[in-house]
């Protein structure tokens, strides 16, 4: 049994190793990646362009159009601006905010001690549109502060953040590109070689020979999860080189519990494999099933405590909802198999389920 | 657009190659062949893989541009008139090449399609392609499922069915049992008595028996060309198996025979 | 013509031959546009936190009592020892603290300011800086409470002088999800559909040997492309039309803009995604070389389309790298006619773009496919 295996094992190495352009896409593209992401996925907006539309003409009305323009997030677009013109300029997407400041800011603010101002925002993305709301709520927060001096508070809120002090979106997001990333490949990569064996009719080669599904089946997935293996490692150094992601808990940990994950998503890919037919309907699926649910429904950007309720079930049953807490636990909370084990159980028994199952299918293509 | 019979009211030769040549890189995969055709002719190329077969018959169907020398294929220039070359000519390959997710059917209406039948021209071929094979009621299978060698004998009649006046087979028996391979034969002999020139590569020395001529290929090079019993006459041997092995081993034979030829 | 139709023919025949691909096409998508037209918010709800209380007078049970109740904050517990927090945090059960010190009342009518300390994890950085703004305004309004039962406080308050924010969301009034959402997800399924079709089934052709067949046809190289591109054209076409009549019965969205625009812009980008499907498979030999070049293009495309993180929070030069990426483009374009019904002049400079993008990506992939022939 175990020469079969090997036998198998064997080939599929010799079929990923001849391929240089796959191998070499499949080594490099992680890499590519998260330089690329790690680079731009953050959640800091810059530029923020905004007009004003100032009918008060005082000295505050002046000072508060000053302090968004210091703000360093906002940038000033000069010029006039009516109420008409402001249809036409969201639509030419050159501003993003505008601050309306009525007549009666200042006269307010001396006689009531409270004033009101505009912001009309184009939110068509609402992403941006909330982001320009907090900012402008900072920025208006600063300026009362300035008017008032020290506030006249009962206490204070003295904030203590753990693991990110900095609150670095990176440090968020390149472990989560690690689970991505891990995901997307190895689940096409199983799905894939599978279909193309039936493509290609050499399974039926190997049908027809003696070797028990079980062991097609582990000699297919192997090598992947070692080629798997390969990109978690160059993932997280480079993560961790580049970027300056801290790895506060056991590497070995890491290894390992990346390994399950993989295994995971390559039994995921092997579902699919006995399912499709042809290599092209392989790959549809396993995108279809893989790309959107694990960027949007993981937690890789979005928190899954704010999903609706449906949501929230359909996040349970991701694989990469728990490798997730995993990879950020150990590399940003340095957190052990302690606090980890329920995850880590729920990965392998997916593992084995999805693995059980594509097993069987294979039977079933056999009788 | 010349029709195959204007064409042959002028030219009596089918395919004409002077000193043709292919190179990839500093590979000569072709290198200054010449030869005459006639038509109605069944001529064989044969030799080892590799020998520059496929090349040379990619030349011919206009799919490569030759690097050096000339060829004629139906009177039209390879490098300068493929496309009407292709109109003239059937190909079919070593790669069975019909698509097995499409049905019997369905895969000779399309390349009827491709070839500019009419509709009613597809409806007739068609009908008469399900009788000639005895595909009748495999006509909605898909390709996929049928036994080789009635895909290999399904593949060569649609490359027919726009009645070229040369049919290219680039190895077109690869793989298959030797009773149909008997039959395939038999339909060449059929489609060349109606004066259809067939062109055929092999590495199958029983099948260069089958051809009134061959060249014989190695490393780029015509070697020696003749009809089956001429070869075996001038080398001596009993069997085109010999008189290959022969020519491959004695290079300096060759250089002589073909300098003969 | 007619050579084209029996091309087309084939193409449809072959593309829905297998049945799970009307699945992949037509009911999976759709199904993916419903659940996630929900799901990505930035906004952030059910934080979870821990309470801890080492006063225990009325007054840190009252502040404490003024957390919960809302679906902004989800209160999973009472603790005030740090060592269990830190534990809390590390396992993920919360992920805010508050902790109410020791001789809180006492302070505070001390008028000591004693400070509440809040112990939060800041690995999500967004969440985490809007969790620590729910705390505060809780807190604050907490004050303002206590101030106005006390008169001496409530004088000073009055002579806080305070500018108060009237937001305005236009396009988008609820600052809803789904608005923004569902015209991304449309925009991103043509593109798996139409990338992969076309460079998956060309090298499939090319593997089984059937694209030199059709080589020595008298089909010329534009019938051929024209071939391909005509069925995937027609598939991405009624994609969106679904996702669009879609979106319109289950989330009540409608296009702003002209439809016809619309429609018009989708072919332009369904153009360029094709031709990018080509090229790839003139630079592929096998089907999964293909796939690996099409997911490594549909990702780069994806995460930067500004669909889930908005251009502008790029850096500079990652953002000059997304003017390479036609799917920027078509989801401006996508976004300003559905929500705010712009017209093709505000949009020019975009559909420009995807002009270039598609005549450049299509004259790469004929003369790949020249080189190859010679």
Known sequence: MRRRTLAILRKEFIHILRDWRSLLIIILMPVLMIVLYGYAITMDMRDIRFSVIDDARTPESRALVQAFSENGFFHLVPGPITHEDIPERFQRRDIHLVLVIPPEYSRDLARDHSTRVQLIIDASDNNVGTFVNNYSEQVLAGVMREMNGRAPLLFDITPRIFYNPDMRSTNFFVPGLVALILMLISALLTSIAITREKETGTMEQILVSPVRPLEIVIGKVLPYVLLGLLNAGVIVLSASVLFDVPIRGSLLLLGLLSLMFVFVALSFGLLFSTVARTQQIAMFMTLMATILPTIMLSGFIFPIASMPAVLRWIAQVLPATYYLTIVRGIMLKGIGLAELSTHALVLLGMGALLLLIATKRFQLRLE | ?261 | MRRIFYLVQKEFRQVFRDKSMIGILFVVPFIQLVLLGNAITTEVKHVRVLLGDRDGTPMSRAFLQSFGGTEYIDVVGRESDERAIARALDRGDASVAVVVPRHFQRDVLRGERPAVQVLADGIDGNSAGVALGYVSRIAAEYQARLISEDPALGRQLRDLRRVQAEPRFWFNPDLQSKVYVVPGIVALLLLIITVFLTSMGIVREKEIGTLEQLMVTPIRATQLILGKIIPFSILGMLEIAIAMGLVYVLFGIGVEGSLLLLFAESGLFILTTLGVGIFISTISETQQQALFVGWFFMIFAILLSGFFIPIANMPETVQYLTYLNPMRYFMVILREIYLKGSSLPHLLNETLAMVVFGVTVFSAAVWRYRVKLG
């Open chain 2, 1 to 261: 657009m010349n029709t195959p019979h204007d064409m042959d009211t002028t030219h009596d030769i089918a395919v004409e190659a002077r000193e043709l040549s292919k190179v990839f890189g500093a590979f000569r995969a072709v290198d200054s062949i010449s030869l005459q055709v006639r038509r109605g002719e069944i001529f064989g190329f044969l030799g080892a893989n590799g020998a520059g077969k496929t090349t040379a018959i990619r030349m011919f169907c206009g799919l490569l541009p030759p690097s050096a020398g000339a060829a004629r294929v139906a009177g039209y220039d390879v490098a300068t008139q493929a496309r009407a070359i292709k109109q003239n000519i059937g190909y079919m390959s070593q790669k069975f090449s019909l698509y097995e997710d499409l049905t019997v059917a369905e895969n000779i209406e399309f390349y009827g399609g491709v070839y500019g039948l009419t509709r009613e021209g597809i409806r007739s071929t068609t009908a008469r392609l399900l009788e000639e094979l005895q595909l009748g009621d495999q006509r909605n299978t898909l390709t996929r499922a049928l036994p080789l060698g009635w895909k290999q004998r399904l593949a060569l009649s649609v490359s027919l069915m726009h009645q070229p006046s040369i049919i290219f087979l680039d190895e077109p028996t690869g793989g298959v049992d030797p009773i149909s391979r008997r039959n395939f034969w038999r339909v060449i002999h059929d489609l060349a008595a109606a004066g259809t020139t067939v062109f055929v590569t092999t590495h199958y020395m029983d099948e260069a028996e089958y051809c009134e001529r061959i060249s014989i290929m190695y490393q780029g090079r015509i070697i020696d060309m003749g009809s089956p019993s001429e070869l075996k006459r001038r080398h001596g041997k009993s069997s085109m198996q010999d008189v290959f092995v022969h020519l491959v081993n004695e290079p300096a034979a060759a250089q002589g025979a073909g300098g003969a030829a």
